[in-house]
């Protein structure tokens, strides 16, 4: 892989729109995600049981041991601890690993597209909402995006140059990868795949020596890194409890619980024909909105215009026919088993064919000038310039994403942070809140017991209750005492519960 001018120039300019978009989403976050609570206090019990927390973790330790490093960083540059610190550690170490991510990914599309189309896709998809907060949020997906990334891209190179010592590599980042997110150990399929075609396929590329060489270094990176956490959870994917080989380690209700958070409601339906289509639709209406609807048709022609040209069979093809169908399928099989499928499950398949959205803007703009800009009818601004309407294109689209871009995360629930400073005022630091959403009792630095809406905590001092219509307001209950309504989109009231004589 040669570096020439033109690719530094190209991620320069990527990664300081990165760090700019990225540093202020970061500065402006109203509140950070339910995940990314749980994943920073897993970071916080890592410091002092750090086995017993990977054992008992239902998360995956890469990214909250990235969050623990981080902070210790921190400390170092800052001399002191708080609450602050551990959000924008986490924070952080999300926006770094998008911004590497971003260049691994400048460097799979420059072997798919071409430089130039390669710059413009990553800048697209720098600019879409979606991916960008999920960059500066508490969240694990860029971290996995970007391992995910850099072992296909070492899967890339070592079929196109015969460097089989790639491979091991590739499974060194893929099991690194799968600490943080299980799905990362989709890199050993796609590289089983290609040394598979090369120990039994005539037309190979590789010896059958080296494939094999290759294949034992790539089942070896990987287990070296992910074998440990196999070993001590007793299974291969335990988030799902999937190919156990001990006893469960982690209570069917800890795991039924986590469901019943993902899934909102949605009941699995098995793989009935009507689910499977359900499932796809799902999967195209997530895809169309990180893509923000307009770059569905350009993604599409895209597409069309790649893979009808050239050979199937090329190393960089394969890769991506089969990253795209697996997980299409793993989103199929999400979907009908567990009942829940977001825009987070999605983004590797918007990261992989973004690169195809500038060829498709190209075709859509040469079909305009043909319809628009006939000799007679021409203007000085488009008149013998074959790019103005693929760069009007271009710039509509990432004008569509800038007002979403640029709205806080969670800008709607700036109610949930004003409650949460409110009690970190007026309560004490052993009051124990009682809230439906442990985001508020997180951003107050107070333990808080889960509240349903129905029966009070015994323990509970504080009730903070999200209400939407006035019937849903706390009355009648003995004791109870509203201290502060806190109005927004979602009006929050904070009750004081002065006479507690169990649950009520």
């Keep these: 892989m ?24 970061i500065s402006t976050t109203v509140l950070i995600a339910k995940d990314g609570v749980t994943f920073i206090e897993y970071a916080q019990n890592l410091e002092s049981t750090p086995v017993k927390t990977i054992r008992d973790g239902y998360q995956h330790p890469g990214y909250p041991l990235l969050i623990l490093t981080a902070h210790r960083i921190a400390e170092i540059v800052c001399a002191n601890s708080s609450l602050w610190s551990w959000i ?15 260049v691994a990914l400048y460097f799979i599309g420059k072997e798919i597209t071409g430089a130039q189309f390669s710059f413009l896709a990553v800048l697209i998809l720098i600019f879409l909402p979606g991916p960008a907060k999920l960059g500066s949020d508490a969240l694990s997906d860029w971290p996995h995006i970007f391992f995910l990334t850099t072992g296909l891209l070492l899967l890339i190179r070592g079929a196109m140059d015969g460097k ?61 890194m992910a074998g440990p ?51 796809l639709g799902k999967l195209v209406q997530r895809v169309s909105e990180t893509l ?14 790649y893979f009808r040209k050239r050979d199937w069979l090329e190393p960089e093809r394969v890769f991506i026919i089969a990253l795209v169908a697996l997980n299409v399928l793993i989103m199929v099989w999400l979907y009908c088993k567990f009942g829940y499928m977001s825009r987070r499950h999605t983004l590797p398949l918007v990261v992989f064919t973004i690169f195809y959205i500038p060829s498709g803007l190209q075709t859509l703009g040469f079909w305009l000038e043909d319809k628009f800009s006939r000799e007679t009818q021409r203007t000085p601004a488009t008149k013998g310039n074959k790019q103005f309407w693929f760069l009007l294109l271009l710039i509509i689209g990432i004008s569509i994403c800038i007002p979403k871009l640029l709205t806080p995360i969670r800008a709607k629930k700036q109610s949930y942070r004003d409650a949460a400073q409110w009690l970190a005022k007026n309560t004490g630091e052993n009051d124990i809140i009682a809230a439906s959403d442990g985001r508020i009792g997180f951003y107050a630095d107070r333990k808080c017991v889960e509240y349903d809406g129905q029966t009070i905590p015994r323990q509970a001092e504080y009730i903070v209750k999200v ?35 169990g649950d009520v």
């Excluded at 959870?233 to 619980?257: C, D, H, M, N, R």
């Design 2 to 25: 040669h570096i020439k001018n033109k690719d530094v120039i190209y991620i320069a300019i990527l990664s300081f729109v990165v760090l700019c978009v990225g540093v202020y989403l």
């Design 88 to 102: 924008y550690s986490a924070q952080f170490v999300a926006l770094i690993f998008r911004l590497l991510a971003v």
């Design 164 to 224: 089989w010592w790639l491979f091991g590599f590739a499974g060194l980042a893929g099991g690194m990868g799968y600490l943080i997110r299980p799905e990362c150990a989709q890199v050993i399929v796609y590289g089983v795949l290609w040394l598979g075609l090369q120990v039994f396929w005539s037309q190979r590329t590789m010896s059958r020596a080296k494939a094999v060489f290759a294949l034992a270094l790539l089942l070896v990176g990987f287990l070296v």
């Design 229 to 279: 956490y196999m070993k001590l959870k007793g299974a291969i994917f335990p988030k799902k409890q999937l190919v156990q080989f001990v006893p469960k380690t982690q209570s069917s209700e800890v795991y039924e619980q986590e469901i019943q958070i993902y899934s909102n409601g949605v009941y699995a339906a098995g793989f009935a024909p009507s689910a499977l289509a359900g499932a």
């Design 292 to 305: 923000m609807w307009f770059f569905i048709p350009a993604l599409l022609i895209g597409m069309y215009n």
């Design 467 to 501: 209400v939407k219509r006035r019937k849903d307001m706390l009355s009648g209950v003995d004791g109870l005492e509203m201290e502060k309504v806190i109005e927004g989109k979602s009006k929050v009231v904070i009750y004081r519960l002065r006479h507690r004589g």
